[in-house]
């Protein structure tokens, strides 16, 4: 008995996907996440796709009969820091060859240093990874905490207040904040005006899970910004999407209090029961803040550099 070993996957690129392609990248990306546990594909990215004009470089591999198997997208807008990477293989399609096909795509299309995301630090993108000469540069941890054990009460500071963000009022002021308080961070502290108005924009938006901290003055000191995953047949899980302190509010126990706060919106006025967060594995501080809130260790994520 003979075997035919599967035929590889045709690899093409474009530098914009029509609906019924951003519609099939999308499905592909959920098909991934659902069977390794963990989305292949950020947030950032997700947004690029759902926006038609945003420059970026696809790769897609198609089956001889025209199934889409696998995608790459390549972030070509930052060219101080090269090229952003990030790529997915459908689960029925692995082991033939294409996640190797489309890095390869990449080395031919990019220009510059490249970063590449493995979401979930999967070992196959680990060995990919080590096998085209990538150097693995960054950890971003997944810590989980359940919603059902004891939040602690938020303790502000004297003459500090919580109100929620007025969409179109505090979008200059809030912007402002978070560039002093993620100056040094590589994704957070750029963000623009545009990538704020994209978010506000999102279906999960909820102004009232997007706490202020503020002084008397009304001056804008510090924020918890939370968010919700709904996603059909998984449980909804809240996020401490961002939080933020002035750097000239350091040391009075803001950035503990904001976390506090909104976990419990999350639990009492959203109804979750867990709830998750994203943080640098280099940021010991935060990482053991997180711990002290009861949060662990879910999932790594792993940034790749090469050149």
Same mark, same amino acid.
């Given at each position: ?71 790459? &997208? ?175 509010? &350091? ?53 790749? &550099?090469?050149?």
């Amino acid at each position: 008995m003979s075997s035919t070993a599967p035929t590889a996957d045709q690899v093409t690129r474009a530098d914009r996907l029509s609906a019924t392609e951003t519609t099939e990248v999308l499905a592909l990306a959920r098909a991934a996440g659902d069977s390794d546990g963990a989305d292949p594909l950020d947030e950032h990215v997700l947004l690029r796709l759902r926006d038609a004009d945003a420059p970026a470089v696809h790769l897609t591999a198609r089956a001889p009969d025209g199934t889409l198997t696998g995608y790459a &997208h390549l972030d070509t807008t930052d060219v101080a820091t090269g090229t952003g990477v990030e790529l997915a293989v459908h689960p029925g399609y692995r082991r033939r060859g294409t996640g190797r096909a489309l890095a390869r795509g990449v080395l031919a299309a990019a220009t510059g240093p490249l970063r590449a995301w493995a979401h979930g630090d999967h070992p196959s993108a680990a060995a990919l990874a080590v096998d085209l000469g990538f150097t693995r540069a960054r950890v971003l941890w997944q810590l989980r905490r359940p919603l059902t054990t004891p939040v602690d009460p938020p303790r502000l500071p004297d003459g500090v207040a919580l109100r929620a963000f007025r969409p179109g009022q505090d979008d200059a002021a809030w912007l402002a904040v978070n560039a002093r308080a993620f100056a040094d961070h590589p994704e957070q502290g750029r963000w623009t005006e545009a990538d704020l108005r994209a978010r506000l924009a999102e279906p999960w938006f909820d102004a009232a899970g997007f706490l202020l901290a503020v002084d008397t003055t009304g001056r804008l000191l510090g924020f918890h910004w939370t968010k919700v995953h709904e996603r059909p047949g998984s449980a909804r899980t809240g996020e401490v999407y961002v939080v933020g302190v002035d750097p000239a509010a &350091h040391g009075g126990g803001l950035g503990r209090a904001l976390t506090s706060a909104g976990l419990a919106y999350l639990r009492d006025r959203r109804g979750l029961d867990r709830v998750m967060l994203y943080v640098d594995e280099s940021n010991t501080a935060a990482v053991a803040l997180y711990e002290r809130l009861g949060f662990a260790r879910w999932a790594a994520h792993v940034n790749y &550099h090469l050149g």
